[in-house]
Structures are given as C-alpha cells and as structure tokens.
C-alpha cells in the first residue's frame, strides 16, 4: 500500500530571502506614506487656522492613501509517497 503525501512548503533559503526583502520594501514605503499624510493634515491644519484667522471657512482636503500589502511566500510543491507494508 502506498500513501501519497503533497503539500506547500517555504523553508528554503530563497523563501526567506524574498520575504524579508518584501518585508523592508513594504515597511519603508508604508512610513513614507504615513509621513505624507502626516505633513499633508498639518498643511491642512495650517490653512485651516489661517482661513479661521481671515474669517473664512476652509474645507479640508482628505488625502486617502492605500497601505501596501505583504507578498505571499515563495512556496513549492513537495510530493512524497509512503510505502506501507501490510502483509504482516
């Protein structure tokens, strides 16, 4: 009797490799972008106040940015067959 057994599997050096350099391309572009939005609330802070000071009424502008997501694992397919021997 034989049991095939298939799976996904990460644990190679190329996997990790990829992963952690994803890791650090999407960590650092998200605070890019966390900083962006940063200075751009306080422009729209700024240009708030000074509308308030002049009497006028200012609208802010929302500034809506999109986080970047993590890639999936380089997996690979691994296959194997058990050999079980039943006759006794």
Do not use: W
Not at 44 to 55: E, I, P, R
């Amino acid at each position: 009797m034989s049991i095939p057994i298939c799976y996904e599997s990460c644990l190679s050096d190329e996997a990790l490799d990829s992963a952690i350099t994803d890791y650090l391309k999407v960590t650092a572009e998200n605070e890019r972008l966390e900083k962006e939005l940063e200075q751009h609330e306080a422009e729209q802070a700024v240009k708030a106040d000074t509308a308030a000071a002049n009497g006028e009424e200012y609208v802010k502008e929302e500034k809506i940015i999109e986080k970047l997501d993590f890639q999936p694992f380089n997996c690979v397919t691994k296959k194997f067959l058990i050999c079980i021997d039943t006759m006794g």
